[in-house]
């Protein structure tokens, strides 16, 4: 969300990740726009379907291919707190029999 503070403060922190980690950053939201140098999807019906409460910053691992969604961040966190989620997303994958 453009005017979230919270969503300023995280974004530098998943850009950061996405580079380190070479994972592809796709925004979506509810209205025009999106973060500077982050690109953008205006979907009000995904938006409200993943997130119904209205809170921010949410981040997800997801597959366009599958359209298969897992939660990872809800609200600001840590880069190595991020990094925890991520392999636990992974792993619970793998345990399923496949992986995003």
């Given at each position: 969300?453009?005017?979230?503070?919270?969503?300023?403060?995280?974004?530098?922190?998943?850009?950061?990740?996405?580079?380190?980690?070479?994972?592809?950053?796709?925004?979506?939201?509810?209205?025009e726009?999106?973060?500077?140098?982050?690109?953008?999807?205006?979907?009000?019906?995904?938006?409200?379907?993943?997130?119904?409460?209205?809170?921010?910053?949410?981040?997800?691992?997801?597959?366009?291919?599958?359209?298969?969604?897992?939660?990872?961040?809800?609200g600001?966190?840590?880069?190595?707190?991020?990094?925890?989620?991520?392999?636990?997303?992974?792993?619970?994958?793998?345990?399923?029999?496949?992986?995003?």
């Open positions: 969300k453009k005017d979230c503070p919270y969503c300023h403060e995280f974004a530098p922190v998943v850009q950061h990740f996405a580079q380190q980690y070479d994972f592809n950053i796709e925004g979506l939201s509810a209205e726009g999106c973060f500077e140098g982050m690109s953008c999807l205006k979907n009000k019906g995904a938006v409200e379907t993943l997130n119904p409460e209205g809170a921010y910053p949410l981040l997800y691992l997801a597959n366009p291919a599958t359209n298969d969604v897992i939660p990872i961040a809800r600001f966190i840590s880069q190595s707190a991020l990094l925890e989620n991520v392999k636990y997303a992974i792993k619970f994958l793998e345990q399923q029999g496949g992986l995003l």
